[in-house]
């Protein structure tokens, strides 16, 4: 089932890079309008279907969709504001989209309820169709088109979305398959890094390139995007490691609605704060509280044990979630301030780069963080079963404790002595997991902690440059000595 998210980051990021030109020639809405009816003809006809290939062309079919709608998403919010209130509706947009992953666990239980996974599909399908009916109702102001599609494109396409996929594939997998006993995984890296190396030499010499190599490479462009892929990292933690605990702790998404309840107030706390900050335009003060929070909110996390339960999370994955609405809205101000001074002409890029950005470092994060959970459950259970010696007294009187709980249904003790090696091995395995998670969190801080310190050497620098500047510019022209 893995393969669903699989296909749809690979066909969300390939789509959102190539808005750009799509945008140019034929329209943001013209797109939506051709690609929703698709997604929702393999919606409906994976309702009858019920096979796992429907389940991935449908979930293919919605990474499309879901790129045109994200762009279309920020510029009804812009248009929506007056064009000097235009930064808040980016912000406001932005926290749109955000709020869909929390509330999707709360109302998911009673869709399931209701109607099994078809719930699901009947919802994202109803979804579709309001969104289909939105952008033909209320139009967005039209745009001037031009042609922006040139030879080679086809070609170049078909590398990048070759080289994004097989990533995809690796990342989403290894960590199922593991890195080093499935040699068809390094196969797909090395035939992603092929696509890609052969996509950027051909795009390189285009007049008219798919995407705009050269300005993706800026200074400003490479430190957004390093910014990016760090937070996405650490902020892996909240699915990864906090909700990913719990569910191996044995509880469910219904049992844990008051979090996720938490996490979307955190969300709007963090957006609330960021509008604050905008008329001053300090942007970059809202990373450094966001690292902060983060930081705080692992080591809170570092300390669980088996008896942690969901209400022990309150606190911290709300700092998580604040912290995850500010950075993402802060880095979005900061570079869309970017956009403004090359002129606007880079703005759907920067969006499409945003968003597909923001998924593949989300894979990254995700596919380390589990790789690091499991190294760590494997050494923590080599090193607690080497502890548990058959003469040791303790060891013998817990084994009898656990048997004991079969003595009514079981008269056989060897029988019972099976169950209770079978029961420790368990409670073992669950002892050694949230060590392992513990460890996660502890990652998560350090990484974050190191982030800070860059970010602030990083701009320490900046200030020490232009004082040392600002004696050269501010000193005045001394006139010339006359007799």
Not at 1 to 19: D, E, G, K, P, R
Not at 196 to 214: H, M, N, S, T, W
Not at 333 to 353: P, R
Request: charged share 10%; aromatic share 10%; with cysteine.
């Amino acid at each position: 089932m893995s393969w669903l998210t699989t296909v749809y980051f690979a066909t969300n990021i390939t789509a959102s890079i190539v808005l750009t030109k799509i945008r140019y020639q034929y329209g943001l809405r013209r797109f939506a309008d051709f690609v929703i009816p698709i997604y929702l003809l393999l919606a409906l006809a994976h309702l009858f279907a019920q096979h796992l290939g429907s389940a991935i062309l449908v979930r293919a079919a919605m990474g499309v969709a879901a790129a045109p709608l994200s762009s279309l998403a920020f510029l009804y919010m812009v248009q929506a504001f007056p064009a000097e209130k235009a930064t808040y509706g980016i912000v406001l947009g932005f926290a749109g989209l955000q709020l869909g992953a929390p509330l999707s666990r709360i109302i998911s239980e009673d869709l399931l309820q209701i109607g099994q996974w078809h719930g699901l599909h009947m919802i994202d399908a109803g979804l579709a169709i309001l969104c289909f009916a939105a952008i033909n109702v209320v139009r967005l102001r039209p745009m001037p088109t031009q042609q922006m599609f040139a030879k080679g494109d086809g070609i170049v396409f078909m590398l990048y979305a070759a080289a994004n996929a097989l990533l995809c594939v690796v990342l989403a997998q290894g960590r199922l398959a593991w890195w080093t006993d499935a040699p068809w995984l390094g196969i797909c890296l090395a035939a992603s890094v092929a696509c890609f190396g052969v996509y950027a030499i051909i795009e390189l010499q285009r007049e008219k390139p798919l995407i705009d190599l050269r300005w993706l490479v800026t200074p400003f462009m490479l430190r957004f995007l390093g910014a990016v892929v760090l937070f996405r990292i650490v902020l892996s933690e909240q699915t990864v490691g906090a909700v990913g605990m719990m569910n191996t702790l044995g509880f469910t998404n219904d049992q844990m609605h008051p979090l996720f309840m938490w996490i979307t107030a955190g969300t709007i706390a963090g957006f609330g704060l960021t509008l604050l900050v905008v008329p001053s335009k300090r942007f970059g003060i809202l990373g450094d509280i966001a690292l902060v929070l983060i930081i705080i909110g692992a080591l809170m996390d570092s300390d669980s044990t088996t008896l942690t339960r969901p209400h022990d999370f309150y606190v911290s994955q709300t700092l998580l979630a604040a912290a995850s609405a500010m950075f993402l809205s802060s880095a979005l101000l900061q570079g869309f301030m970017h956009v403004i001074a090359g002129g606007m002409k880079n703005l759907i890029s920067f969006l499409a780069v945003f968003s597909g950005g923001q998924a593949l470092a989300g894979l990254i994060g995700q596919a380390w963080l589990s790789t690091l959970l499991v190294d760590h459950q494997r050494l923590y259970y080599a090193q607690l079963v080497e502890r548990m010696q058959g003469s040791d007294p303790l060891v013998a009187q817990r084994l009898a404790q656990l048997g004991g709980a079969y003595a009514s249904n079981l008269n056989d003790a060897s029988a019972r002595g099976a169950q209770a090696v079978v029961l420790l091995s368990q409670q073992i395995t669950q002892q050694a997991t949230v060590l392992a998670y513990n460890d996660l969190f502890h990652a998560v801080a350090l990484i974050s902690t190191l982030g800070f310190f860059v970010f602030a050497g990083v701009k320490t620098h900046r200030w020490h440059r232009a004082r040392r500047a600002a004696p050269a510019i501010a000193a005045p022209t001394l006139p010339a000595a006359t007799n």
